[in-house]
């Protein structure tokens, strides 16, 4: 958010309460008074998340009929479906903050909306499903467990519910990966170009570091979030090599070391310029992720039409006849 | 007061009105509220709640309200309204004393 945007003037004495009220830890409900700074953030904040888990249907969904086996296409049919699902809880949250999720729809179908970059990024091989699993999912499991605490109630209970089921996201992830890694040599390298390609998205994920986040402050400042992006980022990395040591497969980045003094993973430097080009339009599929949840919405008007049609005609045989 | 500030558009390419859902576990335990559809109607709603709030056996038992019905207390009367119990400590059983060494 640039700084010269004009922040309304707050009854000074209604932010101190509200302030007090968020450092007492206490959950804030959407009657409730709050900054209109908050409820902005919260808007943006969750309506991208929410169209993040929308749009990530696609990257996978281009995989379900070409899973490579019965169990593992009812899993992936059930993480997507879940996915779904997550978009809803999100949209629910946002809207007790009084915003409309047909308003919020269309700024996605428009395009002025945001979301997860990481999206933006091709599913070209069968080992990407596990590599999403593993490491997509994964490092929106760190994320949400922090937002499960957050300051306002529902994106907290929307985050509660989430988290526990994206592990199972995660684990069906990663029993792709293993799999694969321990299959022919073929599999193994399928298995380590899916890592390849997508650790250094993955790490994007969390968002720019700390000193090039501008919304960071404010959102720590009010509790929606309790850790910054580089915390978060770094937590992620010090969970996941280990996962990757014990199945064989490397972490692309000859920088990566362990600190024994810190005991983090110290990760090599992030290619920032590939992340605002993505963020800003450029990645490999922002336009085909786009025009194929145009697409989905298009094609399915008819359906929301005939269950606006249904209901008028059940209305109609309840209400008793005029004459 | 009505869940006033909550969207419940019915025209053009609409989302539907807004239902609350509330579900309840198979422990027992009462209905909790777990979120909101939106449907066209009542049955539309419990379809729509069992499919995001339910996929894991969550629930046994499925309420769904239209979010406009719903009567609630507002913040601002929170003090008010609630300080019927402020000034009675003797409702909590910490209230009472019981001699030293006898387990209750």
Redesign the interface.
Known sequence: MPASEQRPQEDPKRLAEFEARIARGESI?????MPERYRKQLVRMMSQHAHSEVVGMLPEGNWITRAPNLRRKMALL?KV??EA?HG??IY??T??L?????EL?QQLLDGTAKYSSIFNYPTLTWADMGAIGWLVDGAAIVNQTMLAKASYGPYA??MV?ICK?ENFHKRQGFEIMTTLASGTPEQKAMAQDALDRWWWPSLMMFGPSDKDSPNSAELLKWRVKQKSNDELRQRFVNLTVAQAKAIGLEIPDPDLQYNEETEDWEFGPIDWDEFWRVVKGDGPCNRERLAARRQAHDEG?WV?EA??A??AK??DERAPSAA | MANDSRGNGASGDSQWPLWEVFTQPPNGAPHEHAGSVHAVDAEHALQNARDVYARRNEAVSIWVVPSSVITASTPEDMGPFFDPANDKPYRHPQFYKVPRGIRM
């Open positions: 409900e959407p009657k409730d008074w059930a479906q879940d699902g809803l809880y629910c949250g809207e007790t009084g915003v409309d999720r047909q729809v209970r929307a519910r089921e008007a929301r269950a606006s249904y209901a059940r209305a």
